[in-house]
């Protein structure tokens, strides 16, 4: 049946005749025709699939770079916070300079006078300080302790119980440990005896309304309208009036007024300016004022020999 359905196709040259089966023709041409289709739909495949990896690679990219942005604008606005900040910050810094000028008395009329130049000449001197380190009570009036018993300020009184203002600081210590002034002034109290509680006392008159107390000694080493220098021997923790053990009671008066000697003891030159805002029943800013306008009364020859015969002494 099939070779009588086939369509022979005979062609005739001058060298004679070819015969093609057209049937085995068509046959090819379907095949080539499907290879052909075939390879057409694997290769869109492969695009198809190339291209979706690329999407995915830019989404990936751009995924990035949006992460990226966020971060860039997370950091900026943490750039900007701390850039309002430091703006603060000088402007406290401008602010206390302004202040300090005040307290010192340099007037500042120029608004081109610069931060630099405006912080040299705010800065007390170092002159000024060693004056007011000279005359004011600083430092530990013992050079040591082995401990602070009591603080000032209300407490449970150690021998009767009540509630009471303990107004000094006691320095628990050695019996016999020397004690010094905390800065120059004149004895104006060296006794024996009960002194109210105090038991022997030692009181030293200070300049600029300041006083100091030195009680429960057990000796001392000076006499009522002596003058004595910060750091002179005046006497020797004891255990006399009320007192439980040897001990050092410590006090800083100003205007007849008790005040909290802690922020006096731990004063020195390393934290000049602390003592201004610890203490506010000083009036400071005028203190300042008026040792600054001693100072400027000092020839500048006088002071530089003056600042020459400190620094030999120190
Ligand atoms: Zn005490």
Do not use: C
């Amino acid at each position: 049946m099939n070779s009588e359905n086939r369509l022979i196709l005979m062609i005739s040259s001058p060298y004679g005749a070819r015969y093609y089966n057209v049937n085995l023709i068509f046959k090819h041409i379907i095949i080539y025709f499907f290879t052909f289709i075939g390879s057409i739909v694997f290769f869109i495949l492969i695009a198809l699939h190339t291209l979706a990896s690329e999407i995915n690679n830019i989404e990936n990219k751009y995924k990035y770079i949006e992460d990226s942005y966020q971060t860039l604008l997370d950091k900026n606005l943490s750039l900007l916070g701390q850039i309002s900040a430091k703006k603060e910050e000088f402007l406290l810094i401008a602010d206390k300079i302004e202040d300090l000028e005040g307290i010192i008395g340099v007037v500042n009329d120029n608004p081109n006078y610069g931060l630099q130049n405006r912080v040299e000449a705010a800065s007390i001197t170092g002159l000024q300080k060693i004056f007011i380190m000279k005359f004011v009570p600083n430092g530990l009036p013992l050079d040591s302790y082995k401990r602070i018993s009591s603080g000032y300020g209300y407490r449970i009184h150690p021998l009767n119980g009540s509630r009471e203002f303990h107004a000094g600081i006691d320095f628990s210590s050695n019996l016999d440990t020397p004690v010094y002034a905390t800065a120059d002034g004149v004895v104006d109290f060296a006794k024996d005896g009960w002194n109210g509680g105090y038991g022997t006392l030692v009181k030293i008159d200070h300049s600029f309304g300041f006083k100091t107390y030195y009680a429960h000694l057990h000796s001392f080493a000076v006499k009522r309208g002596q003058f004595v220098k910060k750091g002179q021997l005046i006497a020797y923790v004891g255990n006399t009036g009320v007192s439980t053990g040897a001990h050092l009671h410590y006090e800083v008066r100003f205007l007849g007024s008790h005040i909290n000697p802690k922020h006096f003891t731990e004063w020195d030159m390393s934290n000049f300016d602390k003592i201004f805002n610890k203490e506010k029943n000083v009036a400071w800013q005028s203190l300042l004022m008026t040792i600054n306008n001693l100072m400027l009364q000092i020839p500048t020859e006088q002071r530089l020999s003056q600042q020459k015969q400190n620094l030999k002494e120190s």
